[in-house]
């Protein structure tokens, strides 16, 4: 099975780490979180991974070079240019050709949800896209209705809202940086080469059905910041 994993950050909550080292090649108890990463992606049988990079690229290229890795391993180079996450799944989506869905993991992301049950439940569930989400503290969050199809978006802290489906009641959860991805969503994509997924999501909802996939029973942590970091090296 085919995966991506958004590793083009510029980790700027990691500072003044990520000033010399790339956040993926920022370590958990002497392991990489992009050896992590894979690691569990290979696990789950995801065995044809692209990673896009863009700050200290150099880095990451020749850490992949030197690790003996049991998986494909394509590189997506936005060094010259940072895409956000819906242009950088634009630029590696020539990998994903043979129509099946793929996943995508985001590397700050160290938790022990299970992947082969997500892929198989966006299977059974024949939608264009499957979000893990939870009911957690954050700042801008997804709204789904009552069927867990996604209907919009909220920013807490602004107040912004958009809502893209006729909805009788709003459930809001935390987007957890795990989606699995028809490749039929391609054919949103807008002409920009910059852009957000979520935004991607958002437009898509209109017309497609997006469900949720909640993982309460799931741990999950969010190294892209100094407290979750220090946090998982101590523990």
């Known amino acids: 099975m085919k995966a ?4 083009a950050g510029l980790g700027t909550r990691l500072r003044p780490i990520t000033d010399k080292t790339p956040k993926p090649l920022v370590q958990i108890k002497g392991k990489t979180l992009l050896e992590i990463t894979i690691q569990k992606l290979i696990e789950n049988d995801f065995d044809e991974i692209i990673i896009n990079v863009h700050h200290l690229a150099d880095q990451i290229i020749s850490f992949l070079n030197e690790k003996k890795i049991n998986a494909r391993i394509e590189i997506s180079d936005e060094s010259k240019q940072l895409l956000d996450t819906g ?3 634009k630029k590696a989506s020539w990998f994903f050709d043979d129509g099946k869905p793929f996943l995508v993991y985001n590397v700050d992301i160290v938790s022990n949800l299970d992947l082969k049950k997500i892929y198989h439940t966006h299977q059974q569930n024949e939608v264009i896209a499957t979000l893990a989400v ?3 503290k954050t700042s801008r969050y997804f709204i789904f209705d009552e069927e867990g199809i996604l209907s919009g978006w909220q920013n807490v802290k602004t107040n912004e809202q958009k809502i893209t489906r006729n909805i009788t009641s709003i459930n809001k959860l935390a987007f957890s940086g795990i989606q699995v991805i028809d490749p039929e969503l391609f054919k949103f994509f807008p002409e920009a080469e910059v852009f957000s997924i979520v935004d991607l999501y958002l437009t898509t909802s209109k017309l497609e059905k997006i469900k949720s996939y909640q993982h309460e029973d799931s741990h999950w942590y969010d ?3 100094m407290e979750e970091l220090e946090l998982l090296n101590q523990n």
């Open 87 to 89: 242009g950088g799944l």
């Open 223 to 225: 190294v892209g910041n």
């Open 4 to 7: 991506m994993i958004f590793a």
């Open 134 to 136: 939870s009911k957690r």
